[in-house]
């Protein structure tokens, strides 16, 4: 069975990357059509849709993240393969101007596993053993997704290839990977991956996934309206459109950008429960 490790952007799946090697490894990347968001590095910017093979106007990930794989591609020597699905724009026009949210997650199977599993359909095409990056204290995580699993021990997925003869797409679940978690299995914890990535060139966003994603808590949401205040204008104009819902029941992301801290906080005052994650 051949091996494959999904890398996030986050110090941890680059860890993985790095010492436990396999045969391939693939980043989904988020894109936004949004001009405000447009990634500032024309060369870079040209660099990933050479990768990725579609037009490559901004992420709504934090910038950084884009220097990320290409710094790690050269740390650890080998090709890490780009993927990306719709665009984050087109994905909530497609589900009628719905916004995702902690309910209805589909950003995270359509913008990350979606194209790693057609990427995979591609150039694999049989199961596969995939590294996912859980720390030696997210044993529930690996849990939750062991769960998933078929009688034959896979993950599946629900694909389509083809259309019948009057146009709709013939579906069909598809078996295609077994993840396994060697930092479990090897006793890593945040601490040994810091200390490894404190000596080595590769620059990494205090946190990755989406700067907006409604799982993060609304302070550490006010803090990314700071640090990154034209992505989180997109994420509060969504909201303000002719959309359905809100990304969080709560609070709405302008009263999130209004809002006043009441005291100065840095990045280094959240941990990972308040930062959120994509699921994977």
Known sequence: MKTCTSISGGRTSAYLAANYPTDYNVFALVRTDDPACKFPDEKLRQAVEDRIQKPFLGTLEDDLIINTIFDLEQHIGREISWVSGLTYDQLINKYSGYLPNKVKRYCTSHMKIEPMFYWWAEHIGEP??????????????A???????????????????????????????????????????????KDDIEAYWNKQPVRFAPFNNCVGCFHRNPIFLRKMAEAHPNKMEWFAQQEELDRKGQWRSDVTYRDIIKSQLQIELSFDDFSDCDSGYCGL
């Not at 596969?128 to 995580?141: A, D, K, L, T």
């Open 128 to 141: 596969i053993q995939m590294q996912i990056g859980f720390r030696s204290n997210e044993g529930r995580r």
């Open 143 to 189: 849990k939750t997704m062991q769960q998933k699993l078929n009688a034959n021990g896979l993950l599946e997925f629900k694909a389509t290839f083809q259309k019948h003869k009057d146009g709709r797409n013939k579906w069909e679940v598809v078996e295609w990977q077994r993840p396994t978690f060697p930092l479990i299995e090897n006793g890593i914890f």
